[in-house]
Nanobody, 124 residues
């Protein structure tokens, strides 16, 4: 059974940084598998932020490029998301997700395993 546990959310001012961490357990990093981060702001649909595959190759949404960095630590079984140059529009619940890469790319409706989320609030 896949278990995903997020941490690291909080409240920061615009321009600040946060580091989110997802502990991944019960998940097999086989070829074609990914772990990613999604976010959902109040009144908006859940959207993809970044993914990383079994080979450590990252992929980013346009909103995240140049500001966010996804990484994985095989020894710690974690996938982290470094958030930098945060903006008020980055305010959302951030979720960790694990599944085949094509499912994460297709969108949240295709993803089968989710964490509980961690809240990020950016004030202006």
């Amino acid at each position: 059974q896949v278990q995903l546990l997020e941490s690291g959310g909080g409240s920061v001012q615009a321009g600040g940084s946060l580091r989110l961490s997802c502990v991944v357990s019960g998940y097999t990093w086989s070829s074609g598998s990914c772990v990613g981060w999604f976010r959902q702001a109040p009144g908006k649909e859940r959207e993809g932020v970044a993914t990383i595959d079994s080979g450590g190759n990252p992929s980013y949404a346009d909103s995240a490029k140049g500001r966010f960095t996804i990484s994985k630590d095989n020894a710690k079984n974690t996938v982290d998301l470094q958030l930098s140059s945060l903006k008020p529009e980055d305010t959302a619940m951030y979720y960790c997700a694990a599944d085949l890469c094509w499912r994460l790319v297709q969108g949240p409706g295709e993803v089968r395993d989710w964490g509980q989320g961690t809240q990020v609030t950016v004030s202006s």
